[in-house]
């Protein structure tokens, strides 16, 4: 079975994040479901470097204190398991 690889915009990433100002619920939906898909295939979901800077820069930016936080400490998680070699970060 061929493994598929995907790369993964800003734009996707703001919806996985669920960034206030930057997605909406409609959105967040589809972007999940074609995100767990792909996993569940054992895709593969490559971010490029510059992508991760925009996201960053956007949960700056968030007004909530508390929520700004939230963000960036699951940012850092993320980034910590593609670090790991942890599925489904390439």
């Given amino acids: 079975m061929t493994t598929a690889c995907y790369v993964i915009d800003t734009s996707y990433l703001l919806e996985l994040f669920r960034v206030p100002g930057h997605s909406n619920d409609i959105a967040v939906g589809l972007v999940r479901k074609k995100y767990e898909a792909a996993i569940e295939r054992g895709d593969r979901l490559f971010v490029p470097l ?39 970060w390439t």
Avoid: W
């Fill in 50 to 88: 510059p992508c991760i800077f925009e996201l960053g820069n956007r949960i700056a930016h968030v007004g909530d204190g508390r929520r700004r936080k939230k963000l960036a400490k699951y940012l850092f998680e993320t980034v910590q398991s593609s670090v790991d070699r942890a599925m489904p």
